[in-house]
């Protein structure tokens, strides 16, 4: 055999053994980055469903205490204030309770600023009180009832502690309307929560606030940088250890065929 022809045998050799070896180093690759997007979306899809059945919870809980604020009849705030007082002081979620009867005369559990002003479509409102807590950040629901209603109010810290049980780097955020809350601030602040990575929402059917789910950006590739860490020197000796079984394969099958040659080879 010419110098030249072993020569192209053994490039060619050693050309189809790495790609053969890259194939498992490139398609685990594309299955890690694949389950990884597809896990990404889900939890962001799952978190989204949770954070519903948290907060619709939570103010399942403003509402009972509403309705269990809401007096039978027209009575004087001295009748009223005392029994809301001891409801807000049972209740370490309850910020205040106030009954509203005809359009002025409203009585309350503590001492406190402004009321929401309520949009008559909906029922759960975000409003700034720095008198009532540091942050100022409060919640209101609002129960109707003929002349007379009842505003049930949170505080917005038990929001945060909320939305900080969500891990795995996600970020969420509620919205009201115009007004939003996240675990390390709200509406206030002058730039918004990053969160466009797998970004979605849904809005709640009972009480009408949205939902925001996603991820901050370059978290996707940081998780990839990571993954791709862990599973890369596994991929490697795979993709090693099979170009040398085609490398061997190949010059095997080389060697019997120049030998099945030789010895077909008409003797002078």
Request: proline letters at 6%.
């Amino acid at each position: 055999m010419s110098i030249s022809r072993q020569l192209n045998r053994r490039v060619l050799t050693v050309a189809v053994a790495l790609l053969t070896g890259a194939t498992p180093l490139v398609s685990g690759l594309l299955v890690m980055n694949y389950q990884l997007n597809k896990r990404l979306e889900q939890s962001a899809t799952v978190a989204v469903d949770e954070a519903l059945f948290t907060f619709d919870r939570l103010f399942d809980g403003l509402r009972a205490a509403a309705v269990l604020a809401l007096p039978s009849t027209q009575k004087a705030c001295t009748d009223i204030e005392p029994k809301l007082a001891n409801q807000v002081a049972g209740n370490p979620r309850l910020q205040a309770l106030t009954v509203l009867q005809g359009e002025q005369h409203a009585c309350s559990s503590a001492a406190s600023g402004p009321l929401p002003v309520f949009d008559p479509s909906k029922d759960i409102y975000m409003f700034y009180d720095p008198a009532a807590i540091p942050d100022g950040v409060l919640v209101a629901y609002r129960l109707v009832s003929g002349d007379r209603s009842v505003i049930a109010t949170t505080y917005g810290l038990e929001i945060r502690s909320e939305l900080r049980a969500f891990r795995n780097g996600l970020r969420l955020a509620l919205h009201f309307g115009d007004q939003y809350i996240w675990a390390e601030g709200d509406s206030r602040d002058p730039a918004r929560p990053s969160m466009p990575e797998y970004l979605t929402s849904a809005t709640s059917t009972k009480y009408g606030y949205r939902v925001e789910v996603g991820y901050p950006q370059g978290f996707t590739a940081a998780e990839a940088r990571q993954a791709r860490t862990q599973v890369l020197p596994s991929l490697v000796l795979v993709s090693v250890l099979t170009s040398a079984v085609v490398m061997w394969s190949l010059r095997r099958r080389y060697i019997s065929t120049e030998r099945e040659t030789a010895d077909h080879r008409p003797t002078v």
